[in-house]
């Protein structure tokens, strides 16, 4: 069965670093978006993604974040300049068709854990 | 402020005891629902989900959600759980227009 996939598991990075979080979707899927747990706390929305632009995104999605598909199968996610509160679990997702409005499914990667030092 | 609730932190059980675990959300209108279980150490999964149709939903590893439109709930069941159901449950909520909105999990322990 296809699988989101993601890369790396886990990252350690110091404060005020770059990462770039990696994800490859499932290859019909044409939505895709990334999700952050912090620990004990709820899965949360930042951003989806569709036909080369975002289409919708949270509070949490500011300008620290960006989200590209560099090329057919990666998506990533970048943060410019990390800070202690991003330390969190950060999921890739990816849908056939736009989940909103009740047409499919989001299937989720394994997670990356970031930790900021 | 709309939200989606789930009753319970932490339920722990025997194993052999009957599950449910409740789920609330505020939003009105068209909403679909869904049930993610994370084992420890992994990844999220859909158990099942809810669009349209018969409002008791059966996903996989025998679990059922009944939708219960009046009481905007989605209550999981499971008759007999095993200790390899230890998990944290997440409901999720995708109001019509907007994107999940997820519960804050329960943790479920199944005693062998």
């Known amino acids: 069965e296809p699988e989101v996939t993601q890369t790396p598991s886990h990252q350690v990075t110091q404060m005020g670093q770059e990462v770039i979080l990696r994800c490859v979707p499932i290859s019909n899927h044409l939505y895709f978006y990334w999700y952050r747990q912090i620990l004990g706390q709820k899965v949360e929305f930042l951003v989806s993604?569709?036909?080369?632009?975002?289409?919708?995104k949270s509070e949490i999605f500011d300008d620290q974040f960006s989200v590209e598909r560099p090329d057919g199968s990666n998506f990533t996610l970048k943060i410019r300049s990390t800070k202690l509160e991003d330390s969190a679990m950060y999921f890739c997702?990816?849908?056939?068709?736009?989940?909103?409005?009740?047409?499919?499914?989001?299937?989720f990667g394994p997670g990356t854990r970031l930790t900021v030092l | 402020a709309q939200s989606v609730s789930q009753h319970n932190h932490h339920v722990i059980l025997s194993e052999a005891a009957s599950l449910e675990l409740g789920c609330n959300y505020s939003?009105?209108?068209?909403?679909?629902l869904f049930w993610y279980v994370q084992y420890p150490g992994q990844h999220l999964q859909l158990l099942l989900k809810?669009?349209?149709?018969?409002?008791l939903v059966k996903g996989i590893k025998g679990f059922e959600a009944e939708f219960i439109k009046s009481k905007f709930s989605f209550n999981l069941r499971k008759p007999s759980v095993q200790w390899s159901d230890t998990a944290e449950y997440f409901c999720?909520?995708?109001?019509?227009?907007?994107?999940?909105?997820f519960g804050p999990g329960t943790r479920l322990s199944v005693l062998p």
């Open positions: 997702a990816s849908s056939e068709a736009r989940t909103s409005g009740g047409t499919d499914t989001q299937y």
């Open positions: 999720a909520v995708i109001p019509y227009g907007q994107n999940f909105v």
């Open positions: 993604f569709y036909n080369n632009e975002i289409s919708e």
């Open positions: 939003y009105g209108g068209t909403v679909n």
């Open positions: 809810y669009f349209s149709g018969d409002p």
